[in-house]
């Protein structure tokens, strides 16, 4: 069973592992699928839910939305994470010439509206900037979030992908301390582990939010030789350790960061969120972590 976490000293709880609604539009369920699915992992007790605006071309928050309109009473056991500030062209918008970033309050006031409405919700427990607009004003910024807030619309805030300097900028403007930092983090790619991200969070005892946690499936079919030898090293970890899979491996490999991260599973099937579960079980030694680090690195450490 999931526990619910503090992320942060002044954050909500959320549950240790988080179900990702990014890929919601490719799973091609009827909207009773969805709630089935919303249900039974919250069963296990993964009741944090991660979305975005953009996630589906805009069209992820409405599908999760038409699932719980099925049985309005579930909102009352999940929490809710959404994003914003990526704007796509497309055609939903054919009037935009380039993807680009937009943390002005006109827009964030938009986009939260947007999602409510989609989701079918009143209010949204985390709200993350997704991703660093460096033409960001952050008394803007944090005046808007303020509004938010006091409007009820908005419970908390954090960021996404965004360095330790830019977190400490808009940290510096928030009436309400941001919450967690949502950051890539799997044996492909951890250079939040390396550049100073993590350390900042774990300084201020805030727990970041894991994305990609299986690298997009980079690991289990990438030809690289990268791949090939974080693949194999998991898989002689995987007999070491008892797992069934080496998914619960590199579940195991990112907890073990003591900045406590929290993974988000991208999976729409409820076997593979019941074997990210079952990972909770395991716990690697730091030289089987660092033996996964040497792979991925291709040299030693020294």
């Not at 979305?51 to 909102?75: M, N, T, W």
């Not at 959404?82 to 006031?109: F, M, W």
Request: net charge negative; aromatic share 6%; charged share 25%.
């Amino acid at each position: 069973m999931v526990s619910k976490v503090a992320i942060g000293p002044q954050g909500p709880e959320l549950s240790e592992l988080v179900q990702g609604y990014w890929r919601l539009a490719e799973w091609g369920m009827t909207p009773q699928q969805r709630l089935s699915f919303l249900k039974q992992h919250i069963d296990l007790g993964i009741t944090t839910v991660d979305h975005a605006d953009i996630y589906g071309q805009y069209e992820c928050e409405q599908l999760f939305g038409e699932a719980l309109k099925l049985d309005p009473s579930v909102r009352e056991q999940i929490e809710i994470v959404t994003k914003c500030d990526i704007n796509l062209c497309g055609e939903k918008n054919p009037q935009r010439k380039v993807n680009h970033y937009d943390t002005s309050s006109a827009h964030i006031i938009e986009s939260v509206n947007n999602s409510l409405s989609r989701l079918g919700v009143d209010q949204i427990d985390l709200l993350l900037i997704h991703r660093p607009d460096l033409l960001m004003d952050a008394d803007e910024v944090a005046e808007v979030f303020a509004d938010l807030h006091k409007v009820g619309k908005v419970k908390h805030f954090g960021v996404s992908n965004f360095t330790p300097s830019q977190f400490e900028l808009l940290q510096s403007r928030v009436h309400k301390p941001l919450v967690t930092n949502q950051v890539e983090i799997n044996p492909l790619n951890f250079e939040v582990a390396h550049d100073g991200t993590l350390d900042h969070l774990q300084m201020k005892r805030i727990r970041p939010m894991a994305w990609s946690c299986l690298a997009g499936g980079e690991i289990f079919a990438g030809q690289t030789d990268q791949a090939k030898r974080v693949r194999a090293e998991l898989e002689a970890i995987r007999d070491e350790i008892g797992a069934a899979t080496i998914d619960q491996v590199i579940y195991a490999w990112v907890r073990r960061l003591p900045s406590n991260p929290l993974a988000i599973i991208g999976s729409g099937k409820i076997e593979r969120v019941e074997s990210a579960v079952a990972s909770l079980a395991f716990e690697l030694t730091r030289e089987q972590w660092y033996r996964v680090w040497v792979a991925s690195k291709g040299h030693g450490v020294a």
